[in-house]
């Protein structure tokens, strides 16, 4: 049985818990077409810093700006639309994106996934970068933030003085922060609360993206399990053993799994997402 195939079997298991899952989904059957005749957002950023970003070199490294290669920018429009079709039936609006081990693809899946929500007219999109052990969201999008969640969490910084808009409509980055102690027994912490309690309630047609450290590494992806709504899980064609993906989903086996993404795979199938 392929990686995939076996991806797809663990996948399947989280429609006995009644989610409607993702990765059984083919595109023809994705819910694109109901955008028409919902109202277009065009969030005035106010408060929030817009900084703006150098759209070829985001394009240089994966980041899937619209001058990036369109089957590929089609790939994640796809991956887009299979899990808005999850969260919408199940009234969800937070994924956590994770994965067993490191460098499997999280952060260039959650910033890409971010930006395809952004494209949709009548959604806005928060990007939290959860993983305060390597903060690599700003590194990508090329933005220089030395606050963000972590002085929050610790300092009270108010979330309106630490948001970022990266001049693209709709997207709005909550950097790591630069954490001065390991971050997991924060995320387990009562600020970690109120603050997901203050970003699920603020906007209602807003998704939050998630980005996490690996599961198999580091316990913060456990707490974060614990407060999102469902949790994409993202493994590396070639790399992503087996059994590390079954003990990461057993970590996290009270959170609604929405679907794997089989990353940086070479085939003609909906759900890898590659770049070349
Ligand atoms: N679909 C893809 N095609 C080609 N390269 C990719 C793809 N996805 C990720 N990469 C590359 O793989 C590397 C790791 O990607 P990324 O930083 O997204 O992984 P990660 O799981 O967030 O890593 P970490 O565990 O260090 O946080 C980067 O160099 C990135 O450019
Ligand atoms: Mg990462």
Redesign the pocket.
């Known amino acids: 049985m392929s990686k995939l195939e076996r991806a797809l079997e663990l996948a399947k298991k989280s429609r006995e818990k009644g989610v409607d899952n993702l990765v059984e989904r083919s595109a023809k059957e994705t819910g694109e077409g109901e955008v028409s005749g919902l109202q277009t957002l065009t969030p005035n950023y106010t408060r929030t810093k817009v900084v703006d970003v150098d759209k070829e070199s985001l394009s240089r490294?994966?980041v899937a700006v619209p001058n990036f290669n369109p089957s590929?920018i089609e790939q994640y429009n796809v991956l887009r639309a299979k899990l808005e079709r999850v969260l919408t039936k199940n009234g969800y609006k937070m994924v956590l994106v994770a994965?067993p081990?490191?460098?499997?693809?999280?952060?260039?899946?959650?910033?890409n996934l971010a930006l395809s929500f952004a494209r949709e007219a009548h959604r806005t999109v928060l990007l939290v970068d959860a993983?305060m052990?390597?903060p690599?969201v700003t590194s990508?999008l090329g933005i220089n933030a030395q606050h963000g969640l972590y002085e929050h969490l610790t300092k009270g910084w108010s979330l309106e003085d630490l948001l970022i808009n990266p001049a693209i409509p709709r997207l709005t980055i909550l950097p790591a922060g630069t954490p001065e102690e390991p971050p997991a027994d924060l995320l387990n912490g009562p600020s970690m609360k109120a603050f997901i309690e203050d970003i699920r309630g603020r906007y209602p047609e807003r998704i939050i993206i998630f980005?996490s450290?690996?599961l198999l590494?580091f316990s913060d992806g456990i707490y974060l399990a614990d407060y999102v709504d469902a949790l994409l899980m993202?493994t590396?064609s070639g790399k992503t053993k087996e059994e590390d993906l079954r003990r990461a989903l057993e970590l996290v086996e009270g959170c609604p799994l929405a679907g794997v993404v089989l990353?940086?795979a070479r085939l003609d199938y909906c759900l890898s997402?590659?770049?070349?």
């Open positions: 490294r994966g590929i994965s081990g490191d460098a499997e693809g999280k952060t260039l899946t959650a910033i993983d052990r390597k690599d990508y980005d450290p690996p590494r993202v590396c990353n940086r997402a590659e770049y070349y």
